[in-house]
């Protein structure tokens, strides 16, 4: 059974940082790309970045871009993603996703498996 578990999330000041990351079971994690989406209050799931199964290829939402970074330690079993210069307009739960293959392609996130979440909230 595949298993996602997000954590990292919290309450921050515009300008400022946090680290999430997912620890995946249930598959072999270094075979398959991964992702991070967000849902922002009222809205729904927006693609945020992707990785593929190795880490050499990764893609941003150009609202993150320059301020996100994702990242994958394979020999950890971990996806990362770092937040810096947050803004107010990124608070949101985020998720991350596990795709079919080892590239990331194009998918409507609803559509892949996802974990709980973890809630970001940016305020002053």
């Known amino acids: 059974e595949v298993r996602l578990v997000e954590s990292g999330g919290g309450l921050v000041q515009p300008g400022g940082s946090l680290r999430l990351s997912c620890a995946p079971s249930g598959f072999t994690f270094s075979l398959v790309a991964m992702g991070w989406v967000r849902q922002g209050p009222g809205k729904g799931l927006e693609w945020v970045s992707q990785i593929n199964h190795n880490g050499a290829l990764t893609d941003y939402a150009n609202s993150v871009k320059g301020r996100f970074t994702i990242s994958r330690d394979n020999a950890k079993n971990t996806l990362y993603l770092q937040l810096d210069s947050l803004q107010i307009e990124d608070t949101a739960m985020y998720y991350c996703?596990?795709?079919?293959?080892?590239?990331?392609?194009?998918?409507?996130?609803?559509?892949?498996?996802r974990g709980q979440g973890t809630q970001v909230t940016v305020s002053s």
């Open positions: 996703v596990k795709f079919s293959s080892s590239g990331y392609y194009s998918a409507d996130p609803s559509t892949l498996p």
